[in-house]
Nanobody, 129 residues
Framework: QVQLVESGGGSVESGGSLRLSCGVS????????MAWFRQAPGKEREGVAT????????YYADSVKGRFTISRDNDLKAFHLKMDALTPEDTAMYFC??????????????????????WGQGTQVTVSS
């Protein structure tokens, strides 16, 4: 199982940008999907974006399409979430997560939190109006 550590959170004004990173350690051979989730106070955890290990499949929640971009390093030691045009509604704790599967699994990546067994500790993003 891989271990994940987020970085890059902080406070920004509305319209600003932040880039979150998730450092990956451990055996990355079974790393299949990498994702970002977020949870605002009093709300359920929401899937934000996911990417396949080879980078060919990206999926975004409707609320962030066109503003957020997920990417991963070729060596799979890190993946990132670039967030542009931030609004106060994006304020939340952001978590990175990893789904591990056999390399020949062949399935798609989805934003179902139950699919992801490895989680980071979270990084706070606060957007002020």
């Amino acid at each position: 199982q891989v271990q994940l550590v987020e970085s890059g959170g902080g406070s920004v004004e509305s319209g600003g940008s932040l880039r979150l990173s998730c450092g990956v350690s451990g055996n990355t051979r079974s790393l299949y999907c990498m994702a970002w989730f977020r949870q605002a106070p009093g709300k359920e955890r929401e899937g934000v974006a996911t990417i396949y290990r080879r980078g060919g499949t990206l999926y975004y929640a409707d609320s962030v399409k066109g503003r957020f971009t997920i990417s991963r390093d070729n060596d799979l030691k890190a993946f990132h979430l670039k967030m542009d045009a931030l609004t106060p509604e994006d304020t939340a704790m952001y978590f990175c997560a990893a789904e591990e599967r056999p390399p020949d699994y062949g399935g798609a990546c989805f934003l179902f939190s139950s699919n992801y067994k490895s989680w980071g500790q979270g990084t706070q993003v606060t957007v002020s109006s």
